[in-house]
């Protein structure tokens, strides 16, 4: 009999085909992911914004973010949401984009992907973990415009990932890609400020 963990893939499909309406509510979402609701969490807000998606979709993430990561330095063991937020519903067809969009990567990830240097996934960790995804989900509400918000949503997936398989190697990318991201988005803000001098 096959006792290993679900793989991260295979959860993300759990949830979309656990889902047959045509709205889905945020509640329901982190209800379903359970007793990996920060790690999963932490990778569903990232990849919206490692793929082509709406306007507004990245400051929804990074409110959320800032409320998973804040929760992780707390130390709470469940996902909590305030009930207007997980009375909020989005299209079930949004949640198949993502999903089914993101699935090829994950797997490709998953090749190298094992439980390994776990200290990196520890209660004590999340501390600090918790802390570097609330700025990336600051970061994602900054308004650059084109790809400026791939590089926090690149590192918040990274990151997620790396929870949810326990895996301090690819948590080890993570905080290298959030480092990347401070570098870029810094970079990035500072052109806004100088071609908005150029106007004034």
Do not use: K
Request: with cysteine; charged share 15%; aromatic share 8%.
């Amino acid at each position: 009999m096959d006792h290993r963990s679900p793989r991260t893939s295979e959860l993300l499909s759990a949830i979309v085909t656990a889902h047959s309406a045509e709205r889905i509510g945020v509640g329901e979402v982190v209800h379903a992911l359970r007793n990996r609701a920060f790690g999963l969490s932490i990778l569903l807000l990232g990849l919206p914004n490692a793929l082509p998606m709406p306007p507004g979709i990245p400051v929804i993430c990074g409110i959320l973010l800032c409320l998973v990561g804040v929760q992780m330095v707390m130390g709470r063991d469940e996902l909590w949401l305030p009930r207007w937020l997980a009375a909020r519903t989005f299209s079930r067809a949004l949640l198949d984009r993502i999903v089914n969009g993101a699935l090829p990567w994950i797997r490709r990830f998953e090749r190298y992907s094992r439980p390994r240097l776990e200290q990196l996934s520890s209660p004590v960790a999340r501390y600090v973990l918790g802390g570097l995804v609330v700025v990336l989900g600051l970061l994602l509400l900054l308004p650059i415009p084109i790809f400026g918000n791939l590089p926090p949503g690149i590192a918040v997936c990274i990151l997620g990932l790396g929870l949810v398989e326990r895996d301090g190697a690819f948590i080890c990318a993570g905080i290298v890609a959030t480092l990347i991201s401070f570098g870029v988005m810094g970079f990035l803000s500072w052109m806004l400020y100088q071609g908005a001098l150029a106007f004034i």
